[in-house]
T-cell receptor, first 118, second 113 residues
Framework: GAGVSQSPSNKVTEKGKDVELRCDPISGHTALYWYRQRLGQGLEFLIYFQGNSAPDKSGLPSDRFSAERTGESVSTLTIQRTQQEDSAVYLC????????????????FGNGTRLTVT | GENVEQHPSTLSVQEGDSAVIKCTYSDSASNYFPWYKQELGKRPQLIIDIRSNVGEKKDQRIAVTLNKTAKHFSLHITETQPEDSAVYFCAASRAAAGNKLTFGGGTRVLVKP
């Protein structure tokens, strides 16, 4: 079946502009995550949505970053007044809800959006 | 919150040799430990995972071991092949925190033919 879809695949923007990144999760995956990966570095957690619960925003680096999710479907990550340090690959992932055993389910990643702020 | 440390940051091995990557975690409540492989320019993909109720898991040439007491887990790749060259990430999470994974910094593995 279809995997996690992200758009655009690449985005070049000028410093100070706002950008919107889109993620379409795997159908039936109630959990959705945004991660940031700077060049040559690890994955940095940004935000997590689980069903109708309040999102976990603990990883958002500043108030310029926000994200929304419509039900259990598409999510958008918005970065306002972009800065050069925002340049990175933004990865979205989705997963099934927690199993009855309370053990976690694997994350399935999209191909990411490569954001370049000039 | 959880903190995951991963070593080494780079690893070069001869084709056919074994590769071992080690990770430590700080949150004793973590109970799920996946490993992801990321080839150049591609998405991270799950290659193996282990849950806290087992100490070892194997899948063909890869295996993961978990020591809950010491709070560390390792990835073992045997009979390495050039296609194993990639960046490998370990991660940890606990069910009470949803499925939020905390990743290690990654290990770049190069398998020399």
């Amino acid at each position: 079946g279809a995997g996690v879809s992200q758009s655009p695949s690449n985005k070049v923007t000028e410093k100070g502009k706002d950008v919107e990144l889109r993620c379409d999760p795997i159908s039936g995956h109630t959990a959705l995550y945004w991660y940031r990966q700077r060049l040559g570095q690890g994955l940095e957690f940004l935000i997590y949505f689980q069903g109708n619960s309040a999102p976990d925003k603990s990883g958002l680096p500043s108030d310029r970053f926000s994200a929304e999710r419509t039900g259990e479907s598409v999510s958008t990550l918005t970065i306002q007044r972009t800065q050069q340090e925002d340049s990175a690959v933004y990865l979205c992932a989705s997963s099934l809800p927690l199993g009855r055993s309370s053990y976690n389910s694997p994350l399935h990643f999209g191909n990411g959006t490569r954001l370049t702020v000039t | 919150g959880e903190n995951v440390e991963q070593h080494p940051s780079t690893l070069s091995v001869q084709e056919g040799d074994s590769a071992v990557i080690k990770c430590t975690y700080s949150d004793s409540a973590s109970n799920y430990f996946p490993w992801y492989k990321q080839e150049l320019g591609k998405r991270p993909q799950l290659i193996i995972d282990i849950r806290s109720n087992v100490g070892e898991k194997k899948d063909q040439r890869i295996a993961v071991t978990l020591n809950k007491t010491a709070k560390h887990f390792s990835l073992h790749i045997t009979e390495t092949q050039p296609e194993d060259s990639a960046v490998y990430f370990c991660a940890a999470s606990r069910a009470a925190a949803g499925n939020k994974l905390t990743f290690g910094g990654g290990t770049r593995v190069l398998v020399k033919p």
